[in-house]
């Protein structure tokens, strides 16, 4: 049970350490690493002054037993009195002659007490030093033995309250010394780990304003990349950098297939209304004739005659609808050379075969303006917007076409003096299903496809198409394809 005690006292500090930050724990272990390094040099810092503080006391002791054993014997002086003016201070001197007897003399500021405990002479060795204590008191003494002229024997024992004040004074430095290192250590090894540790805290802050959604967040230590820090921190910047992107490129492609699934849910729903029309209009006229509503030939000439018509729009229609899946699919297109020039003054010549009183203005003769394609498709892109002018603008509007070379691209525009569109009505021109005047009727106003197979015919030949236009200055469809590599003459 103990053992499991200390075993789960020992994990349980474990884990506490763990959670410390890791400033403190460096600044512990720095702290901690020195104190050692103190304690060790203090130890023997001391037992060396103890060994040669001793060894002085040890060569007087030697030279003062030598001369003690050279004198006659004390006699029956008592202890308290001085033998000579040459003993040392806290001293005590024995003597036995050779039957055994023994007498002595001391410092007389020593007390009985303090006398030090001596050993018979038959039990030490003569002439090796020894530590003996006191008989009262905690004094310790250092004694040394030799033999007596007259066959008995000399103690001559100093006390080691000299060297011991000399070792607690230096116990004493060490320890103040020991502290003021270790609080100087303490405070500049926290203020350096703090200030190494400092870029780490900014990676913290980072990735928490990351987490918080700001994915343009960075680490900028200014560290140079070849320090571990700056490498890091390097490192971390280009991660940050490449997950931001990856981030945006998902929200990107997130917001494009949403985009894309609500344009397809209203092009279905646009799809089915439009289709739903003429459905309904052939439905009824086949009910009328089913229920004997034509009962003479020119009502059931006239009946045919609106479904053939409706049939005709719906086809029209789903052919449109089918294009621009094609389209949607970016199915390749032919890729021959194809004049725009031409197109543009053959469609301007269909334009006044419609509308003979318009006035349309076709471009000049000049150099061909060749750029590569699907004719047929390039055609129905021109007819279109010139179709999508004469519905949409009054009969004394003047439509111009023209062509030309601009850098590496082809460009033709159709433009017109009609009533123009407003800004938000020019953002959907191009929009599917899209009408801007839904006052007109479908038979009117088209199905809304004609501009959107436009920019989808463009761009599945690398152009664009734009459209400038205000309330009340006309409409300017501007259309760029890019050149054909070799032209042709």
């Known amino acids: 049970m103990n053992a499991a005690s200390a075993r789960e006292r020992a994990a349980g500090l474990t884990r506490r350490w763990r959670d410390q930050p890791l400033r403190v724990q460096l600044v512990v272990v720095v702290v901690a690493m020195v104190l050692l390094a103190l304690v060790v040099s203090a130890l023997a810092t001391n037992v060396v002054l103890e060994r040669s503080l001793t060894d002085r006391v040890d060569q007087q002791l030697t030279g003062e037993a030598r001369r003690m054993a050279d004198l006659p014997g004390f006699g029956n002086r008592p202890p308290q009195a001085s033998p000579g003016r040459n003993l040392p201070s ?27 405990d001596l050993p018979d002479p038959a039990d030490v060795t003569v002439g090796e030093p020894i530590t003996v204590a006191s008989q009262g008191s905690d004094r310790e003494w250092r004694v040394l033995y030799e033999e007596a002229q ?32 270790l609080l100087a250590l303490a405070a500049v090894s926290s203020w350096v780990v703090r200030r190494s540790l400092r870029p780490l805290v900014e990676v913290e802050t980072t990735a928490e304003a990351i987490a918080a959604g700001d994915l343009t967040a960075r680490v900028d230590t200014g560290l140079d990349p070849r320090t571990e820090v700056g490498a890091l921190s390097a490192s971390l910047d280009t991660m940050l950098g490449h997950i931001e992107d ?57 009946f045919m005659g609106r479904i053939r018509r409706e049939a005709d729009r719906m086809g029209v229609l789903v052919e449109d609808l089918l294009l621009l899946a094609r389209l949607d699919q970016e199915r ?73 070379v601009d850098g590496e691209d082809g460009v033709l525009t159709v433009a ?9 009505e020019a953002a959907h021109a191009f929009e599917r299903f899209y009408r801007a005047d839904e006052s007109r009727s479908r038979e009117d106003g088209g199905s809304g496809l004609g ?39």
């Open 246 to 302: 990856a981030v945006r490129s998902r929200e990107e492609e997130a917001r494009r297939a949403e985009e894309s699934e609500r344009r397809m849910r209203r092009f279905v729903a646009d799809a089915s209304h439009e289709l739903r029309t003429p459905l309904t209009s052939i439905r009824g006229f086949a009910e009328l004739y089913g229920q004997g509503a034509a009962a003479d030939r020119s009502t059931i000439d006239r």
């Open 451 to 489: 501009l959107a197979i436009v920019s989808a015919l463009v761009a599945g030949h690398g152009g664009t198409v734009s459209l400038d236009t205000a309330p009340g200055e006309g409409a300017t469809f501007t259309v760029r394809i890019p050149l054909a590599a070799q032209p042709v003459e």
């Open 332 to 404: 390749p297109l032919r890729q021959d050379p194809v004049d725009l020039r031409e197109l543009a003054q053959d469609a301007a010549v269909d334009a006044r075969a419609v509308q003979p009183e318009r006035l349309v203005v076709a471009p000049g003769s000049g150099a061909p303006v060749v750029v590569e394609g699907d004719e047929t498709r390039l055609r129905q892109v021109v007819a279109n917007l010139v179709s999508n002018a004469l519905v949409h603008t009054p009969p004394d509007a003047e439509l111009r076409l023209d062509v030309r």
């Open 150 to 181: 007259d066959g008995g024997y000399v103690a001559v024992a100093m006390a080691l309250d000299d060297v011991e004040a000399t070792l607690t004074q230096l116990r004493w430095i060490e320890l103040a010394i020991a502290a003021v290192v």
């Open 90 to 116: 806290q001293f005590f001197i024995a003597r036995w002659d050779a039957g055994g007897s023994a007498n002595a003399i001391a410092d007389p500021r020593l007390s009985a007490d303090d006398y030090p």
């Open 416 to 424: 017109d003096t009609g009533p123009g569109l407003d800004e938000e």
